[in-house]
């Protein structure tokens, strides 16, 4: 089955405890995408990568970083973590860009205390 | 710098009568625009994008939307709602220039019985 998984799905941490969230894709889509959701605020890009070994920053990517060292994986990485980071995230795959429909993930819900 | 704006944050319609939400951007070149729908508790799904050609784009589960340059808009629309069109529609923006796509904030749509 096609699809776009994410772990884990929810997680409670605390201020400056590291943490990776992975997302992973089984279509071989070249473009993938991390996204923040807050209530009132919408969807924001945070980072952003065209193919291996090429990512870029979207709206909001202060504090988060990314790597894209295979096609199918796209990990979210928080090295320190604050509560202002607290969100529902989601990663989102499409074929060859942002033209392509974008199939996401079922979200990660993140508090940080 | 682009920019979308959903005029209404929530509309409610009773079910079967038609439903119009707005959606108006800011660029200062040319877009490719989206609208997509999250159901509750689910990640986002692609209802129907424009990227050029028609104005007029069909989607998926009978909704349709418009793009009119001339006043920056791009306005999603479905004759005839049912309950089971109760969600949360986002329109999103990407500039032809580069990867980044731009989320609205959000319409929630409420059907009344």
């Known amino acids: 089955e096609a699809q776009v998984t994410q772990n884990p799905r929810y997680l409670i941490t605390v201020t400056g405890k590291k943490l990776t969230v992975t997302c992973s894709q089984n279509?071989?889509?070249?473009?993938m995408s991390w996204y923040r959701q807050d209530p009132g605020l919408g969807l924001r890009q945070i980072y952003y990568?065209?193919?291996?070994?090429?990512?870029d920053k979207g709206d909001v990517p202060e504090g988060y970083k990314v790597s894209r060292k295979e096609k199918r994986n796209f990990p979210l990485i928080l090295e320190s973590p604050s509560p202002n980071q607290t969100s529902l995230y989601f990663c989102?795959?499409?074929?060859?860009?942002?033209?392509?429909?974008?199939?996401f993930g079922p979200g990660t819900r993140l508090t940080v205390l | 710098a682009q920019s979308v704006t959903q005029l209404d944050s929530q509309v409610p319609v009773f079910e079967e009568a038609p439903v119009e939400l707005r959606c108006n951007y800011s660029?200062?070149?040319?877009?490719?625009l989206f609208w997509y729908v999250q159901y509750p508790n689910q990640g986002l799904q692609l209802l129907l994008k424009?990227?050029?050609?028609?104005?007029l784009v069909k989607g998926i589960n009978g909704f349709e939307a418009e793009f009119n340059k001339s006043q920056t808009s791009f306005h999603l629309r479905k004759p005839s709602v049912h309950i089971s069109d109760t969600a949360e529609y986002f329109c999103?923006?990407?500039?032809?220039?580069?990867?980044?796509?731009?989320f609205g904030k959000g319409t929630r749509l409420h059907i009344l019985p």
């Open positions: 424009y990227l050029s050609g028609s104005t």
């Open positions: 279509m071989n889509h070249e473009y």
């Open positions: 660029s200062s070149v040319s877009v490719y």
């Open positions: 999103a923006v990407s500039e032809s220039r580069d990867d980044k796509i731009i």
């Open positions: 989102a795959s499409s074929s060859r860009g942002r033209t392509d429909t974008q199939y």
């Open positions: 990568s065209m193919n291996v070994e090429v990512t």
